[in-house]
């Protein structure tokens, strides 16, 4: 691709490199031309839809074309179709965010043309019909036609900010749905996620063209404003345009520094998501026959639903013993595969891992060719709600057709097939002949409360992150026409549309106002939340009575109509007060009043839970904590602490922070904290005296930042590496030897014959840096032997991937000839907040136990003299 815009100029190419290695050595050669500026690599960017429970946080799972059911009568299968005109907005993420005061209000987006930068769009569905689309743009191949049988997530996502269609099946309408629409398709068919060039050719197009908001709901793992995509869409923020980016889908379980993606960007809106209130559980109907009985199953449907008019034997593992260490489970040795795998299902607990005998995923086993698949729900606690069967993504192209079932009739299923029974289901391919329902549960334990895969930050940089946050779990919208129009699904995928979506309603009222300034409307007008525990589970956890951290919630939970109606803005979303090294005396923000009256304003502190960085528990050293909250605040002083402005007039007030909250071990694990500058508001109009509340966040940490481990010593340790599966081997025992047969034009120069292991290492990192180097060094003389810069350097630009391992096969540094001798892995990583990088203080270094370096005698190719 090439790049030619304003807010970017460059180009992107392939590179057919064997492995990571040889593309690091490719892109370190291409930094070194003198024409070239910058360069990073094209990364993966995956969709932030959230699956839990089974291993596939942020992934979304394509599948191949297929002629599958059609919707030929949508009266059929949808009793509550209605005309939208006839019914108020009663979505439970529009009443809960005030959206659906606006929509009453006639504020709906008219006149507002938004960017939706995702997988592919059906637009065909009820829902959809109606929605105004005024350009597509199919990013891969360059045409117009932005949809596919590949992908459900772009119209889930479009669904929710811009539904229309005439009609209001389910309730379900846009937050924004006069609005006018452009697309632009980035995933290709058969790819598991987008590319970062893609992205990028996106946002220029959009902003080339001059929308007014571009909503994009996919993430990867560069986190610094130096990345390119994050690049581009700062400038496209700053032109103007209101930029919505996801938080990130936490895969590990939530706390600090586990933000991620493009959401990280300078002055864009990052979202976080929250519960819905309402549980909407949209059922197919089948059939099962159990013991002789035949009872109706009622189930959700997955990513496929390509299944036959007959009858599906049900097969299980059930004689396998499961494993209690987290790991995968393998069949048992006598579990003989089915007779007819083309009409048997497959029916395993979807929070469950199973292999085969050889360690294949038992979906996608040879042994066993499933075609269909069936998950039933996981045990959840007595207390709790029993769920609705979540959606199931397929787990591999093979599979044609994969549903959820209730916990107890999947229980039921497997106690029939232990004595012996035959269990059988028959299952509808479409949505009409499955006569879909949808029934809705009040989520009175989590509603409102932050979701357990939820972001938090800060940024690597140390600002505050999410801005705010919004419903995202649980979200019933539009779906392909394959899958039966409507599914539920979750994610800060689907927050972060929402957010586009309130963002529009306040650029159709106020058309004067930039995208930094909807941004100040909707963070100074979010309403703090309490924290809940539920970091790593849907169903454990409890609420606290104080608010959650401000690097978990931001600003706090949107509110569209106050969004809409404020008369005051401010200049920032957020005042970050970095570490006690590092802090600012003060921080200063502008108020401005918008409105026609003259407004007093009265501010006051409120404080939002504080906690640790770093996890020492259990004797750990390099663990980030995950959730840790506690109610210990700082003491902030603002000045002035009232003052009243007339319209149109602005005034600067003044943050400091006057104590940090009381955290004894600050020093040593960092301490973050938080908290907001309420801002209580008052105008008298007509004789009348309206009030309003408003709050702007700020963070601060305690301790230095700088005095973090950046390289965790207890997963780093050097490695043997198998180039042909692309694999590392345990820990290395010291001293041991690598023969290397060495051919100068071979590639790679340097093969391993005796194990085909080659001399590598495993690293793992704390956090981020903005400077890693991966040295070899000679433990004789301890010099490097391949300067300047090491085997291996990373930036901001271009983070350590997450590869997690690095290997020399004398390719390194164009080829550099390393000599036989004794040698030892060293890595250099830059500190969180390090000054200057200049001083030592301001580096981890890690050095590995030592490995041998011998050249086998029938080397060849211009092996220097002597050097064997």
């Known amino acids: 691709m090439q790049f030619d815009s304003p807010h970017f100029t460059g180009s992107s190419f392939n590179l057919e490199c064997d492995n990571s290695i040889a593309q690091q050595s490719a892109l370190q050669a291409i930094k070194n031309l003198g024409a070239v500026g910058k360069a990073w690599p094209v990364r993966k960017v995956k969709a932030q839809r959230s699956l839990p429970h089974d291993g596939s946080t942020n992934l979304e799972v394509p599948r191949a074309n297929s002629p599958l059911g059609h919707f030929s ?48 769009f059906d637009t065909s569905v009820p829902g959809l019909r109606g929605t105004t689309v005024g350009y597509t743009k199919d990013i891969i191949t360059g045409g117009s036609v932005v949809g596919d049988n590949c992908s459900y997530h772009g119209t889930h996502v479009l669904g929710i900010v811009g539904a229309k269609g005439g009609e209001s099946v389910y309730g379900v309408n846009g937050a924004a749905y006069d609005a006018t629409y452009e697309l632009y398709r980035i995933q290709p068919c058969g790819a598991d996620a987008a590319q970062t060039d893609d992205l990028i050719a996106a946002f220029l197009e959009a902003g080339k063209r001059g929308v007014d908001v571009i909503t994009c709901s996919y993430g990867g793992d560069n986190a610094f404003p130096e990345e390119p995509w994050a690049v581009v869409a700062t400038r496209i923020e700053r032109n103007g345009t209101f930029v919505s980016l996801s938080n990130g889908n936490s895969p ?26 309402i ?11 159990s013991g002789g009985k035949e009872s109706p199953l009622s189930f959700t449907a997955g990513s496929r639903v390509g299944f036959p008019s007959t009858s599906l034997t049900v097969w299980s593992p059930f004689k396998s013993n499961k494993t209690a260490d987290g790991s995968c489970n393998q069949v048992a040795a006598d579990m003989a595969p089915p007779a007819d795998p083309a009409n048997t299902i497959l029916l395993i607990e979807r929070s469950s891992c199973w292999v085969d005998q050889d360690g294949v995923t038992l979906a996608a086993s040879p042994r066993y060719n499933f075609t269909y698949v069936m998950k039933h729900m996981f045990t959840t606690p007595d207390s709790s709600p029993k769920p609705c069967p979540w959606f199931s993504d397929g787990d591999t192209e093979s599979i044609k057709g994969v549903i959820s079932i209730s916990n107890a009739v999947g229980v039921s299923m497997i106690a029939e097939l232990a004595k012996g029974g035959n269990v059988t289901v028959t299952l509808p391919s479409n949505a009409v002949d499955g006569k879909v329902a949808l029934t809705s549960i009040n989520n009175t334990e989590a509603g409102g409360q932050l979701t357990y895969y939820s972001s938090w930050g800060p940024s690597f940089d140390g600002r505050s992150r999410p801005t705010l946050i919004a419903p995202g779990h649980n979200i019933l919208s539009t779906f392909p026409s394959y899958l039966g129009n409507w599914g539920v699904i979750g994610g800060t995928s689907m927050s972060t549309p929402l957010v586009a979506g309130v963002a529009a309603l306040v650029k159709q009222t106020h058309p004067e106002w930039d995208g930094a300034q909807i941004q100040a409307a909707m963070a100074l007008t979010a309403k703090p939340i309490k924290f809940n525990t539920r970091q790593r589970s849907d169903y454990y956890g409890q609420n606290r009575d104080f608010l959650a951290p401000i690097i978990a919630q931001g600003a706090g ?23 006690t090294t590092h802090r600012p005396s003060h921080l200063d923000f502008t108020l401005t009043n918008t409105g026609p009256d003259t407004l007093s304003y009265a501010l006051r502190h409120t404080g939002a839970a504080s906690g640790y960085v770093m996890n020492t528990t259990g004797g750990a050293l390099y663990d980030l904590t995950t959730g840790d909250a506690q109610p210990i ?14 319209p149109g007039k602005s005034a600067t007030v003044s943050v400091s922070i006057a104590a940090e909250p009381a955290m004894a071990e600050a020093a040593k694990r960092i301490s973050y904290f938080g908290g907001y500058v309420t801002i209580e508001v008052t105008s008298s109009s007509n004789g009348n005296s309206n009030h309003s509340s408003l709050s702007l966040p700020y963070t601060g940490f305690g301790g230095d930042l700088a005095s973090l481990p950046m390289i965790n010593r207890d997963q780093t340790y050097a490695v043997g590496y198998d180039a042909a599966k692309q694999s590392t ?18 590639s790679p120069p340097c093969t391993f014959p005796a194990d085909g292991l080659s001399p590598g290492l495993v690293l793992s990192l704390v956090t981020q840096t903005r400077n890693l180097t991966i040295d070899l060094v000679d433990k004789t ?42 040698y030892v892995w060293k890595v250099t990583a830059l500190k969180l907040n390090a000054d200057s990088g200049v001083f030592e203080k301001d580096w981890d270094v890690w050095e590995s136990e030592s490995w041998g370096l011998r050249y086998a005698a029938d080397s060849t190719g211009g092996l220097p003299a002597g050097k064997v």
């Open 73 to 120: 009568d949508v009266a059929s299968h949808s009793p509550n179709l209605v005309t939208r005109e006839s019914i108020p907005d009663t979505l439970s993420t529009h009443v809960e965010t005030g959206i659906d005061r606006l929509h009453a209000e006639g504020i709906t987006g008219k006149g507002i043309r938004i960017a939706v930068v995702d997988s592919s």
């Open 252 to 277: 590990s379980g939530t706390g600090p520094f586990t933000g991620f993606g493009a959401g990280m960007a300078l002055d864009v809106m990052a979202v976080g998501a929250t519960y819905n209130t």
């Open 279 to 289: 549980t909407p559980c949209l059922q197919w109907h089948g059939t099962m026959t």
């Open 557 to 579: 939970f949107v509110d569209a109509w106050a969004s809409v109606h404020t008369a005051t803005l401010t200049n920032t979303t957020a005042l970050n007060f970095n570490d």
């Open 633 to 646: 605040y700082a003491e902030i002083k603002i000045s002035p602490a009232s003052l009243s402005l007339e």
């Open 729 to 746: 081997g345990d820990r290395l025992p010291a001293g041991r030897a690598f023969e290397c047969r060495y051919q100068a034009s071979a």
């Open 781 to 822: 003389t301890q010099k490097s032997v391949l300067l300047p810069g090491g085997v291996y350097t990373s930036g901001s630009n271009n983070p350590w991937d997450g590869s997690g391992y690095h290997a020399w096969d004398g390719s390194d540094r164009n080829r550099t000839f390393v000599p036989a001798g004794e």
